[in-house]
């Protein structure tokens, strides 16, 4: 399979925990997205990588997250001290270029902050 | 980016074209229409897009009015595995993320 993957798909923490995401892209896109999705919404834009340079972060993003995409392939999302507000699906998606259209989003991973 | 105006559920019959409309009446110029779906656990899936001309793939048609304040998805032939919140997204053309509201349920009935 050539998609986006994540790991773990699930996760179950206490609150105080840290957590770590990993994604991967598909191979060739050089563009990499982070989102959070909560329970009957739609998924929030968290940061955003070129390459392995993080060139927009949201507001969403505290201090307790980092996101990283060190040779530029695939990325981790760290949450430190995790709360419980926390607890959502964090998605992961790729695109190639500048000019495309479309992202391909990985199947998440659900986080659940106890 | 704009924000878009969608109804949060529908029902259509399985078969039956499934048409899902979105309002976006503060759209720039610039701004691109597009649509994409989330099936139950699975992460967004890109459908369709356009600017201003109706557009049509092997998934659906987006039409757009010629005003661009409106715009309408069309399953041709919807079927069970259609069933998922389709979501409206309005996107210049330098913007990298995308904004994603509330979105439709689609459910369709067999």
């Known amino acids: 399979d050539t998609g986006v993957s994540q790991d773990p798909r699930h996760k179950i923490t206490k609150r105080g925990q840290n957590v770590t995401f990993r994604c991967d892209p598909i191979?060739?896109?050089?563009?990499l997205y982070w989102y959070r999705q909560t329970l009957g919404q739609g998924p929030e834009f968290l940061t955003y990588?070129?390459?392995?340079?993080?060139?927009?972060k949201s507001r969403l993003l505290s201090d307790r997250f980092s996101a990283e995409r060190p040779k530029g392939s695939f990325s981790t999302l760290e949450i430190q001290r995790t709360e419980q507000g926390d607890s959502a699906m964090y998605l992961c998606?790729?695109?190639?270029?500048?000019?495309?259209?479309?992202?391909?989003f990985g199947p998440g991973t659900r986080l659940t902050v106890l | 980016d704009a924000k878009t105006t969608q109804p949060p559920s529908m029902d259509c019959a399985e078969g039956r074209a499934a048409n899902l409309p979105c309002n976006h009446s503060t759209i720039s110029g610039n701004e691109y229409v597009y649509w994409y779906r989330q099936i139950h656990s699975q992460g967004p899936q890109y459908i369709i897009h356009?600017?201003?001309n109706n557009e049509t793939n092997e998934m659906a048609s987006l039409i757009i009015t010629e005003d661009r304040k409106s715009s309408t998805l069309i399953l041709p032939h919807a079927t069970l595995r259609d069933t998922a919140v389709y979501y409206c997204?309005?996107?210049?053309?330098?913007?990298?993320?995308?904004?994603f509201g509330s979105g439709t349920q689609l459910t369709v009935l067999p």
């Open positions: 998606a790729s695109s190639l270029g500048v000019q495309s259209n479309e992202q391909f």
């Open positions: 356009g600017l201003k």
């Open positions: 990588f070129q390459n392995e340079a993080q060139l927009e």
């Open positions: 997204i309005v996107r210049s053309g330098s913007a990298r993320q995308l904004t």
């Open positions: 191979s060739e896109h050089n563009r």
